[in-house]
């Protein structure tokens, strides 16, 4: 299960910051990822992190937002700066993990968080 935190309303150059926390048995996370979804359009993805500390962000994003993950509390922050209309959306936190280890790999989906840019 995964809780996200931190939507909001900012104004255009603004910042807000996501949280998205899992819960329940974790043995380890392979991934973290970030996907937002603005009205009328496809869920895209927006940065990712991996176990072995690999990020990717979207071209649209970079310099901008930055992912990072804290394993210890099963967490993933969306740090986004600098914020414009067009990321407007709704965004959704990724994590999949296993409970074991010789589990298979889980995938969890939070619900989205609305984030609203606008003056």
């Known amino acids: 299960q995964l809780q996200a935190s931190g939507r909001g309303l900012v104004q255009p150059g603004g910042s807000l910051r996501l949280s998205c926390a899992a819960s329940?048995?974790?043995?380890?996370?392979?991934?973290m990822e970030w996907y937002r979804q603005a009205p009328g359009k496809e869920r895209e993805l927006v940065g990712s992190?991996?176990?072995?500390?690999?990020?990717n962000y979207a071209d649209y994003v970079k310099g901008r937002f930055t992912i990072s993950g804290d394993n210890a509390k099963s967490t993933v922050y969306l740090q986004m700066n600098s914020l414009k209309p067009d990321d407007t959306a709704l965004y959704y936190c990724?994590?999949?993990?296993?409970?074991?280890?010789?589990?298979?790999?889980?995938?969890?989906w939070g619900r989205g968080t609305l984030v609203t840019v606008s003056s």
């Open positions: 990724k994590i999949s993990l296993r409970s074991g280890s010789w589990s298979p790999q889980q995938v969890f």
């Open positions: 329940g048995t974790i043995f380890s996370i392979d991934s």
């Open positions: 992190i991996t176990s072995n500390g690999f990020i």
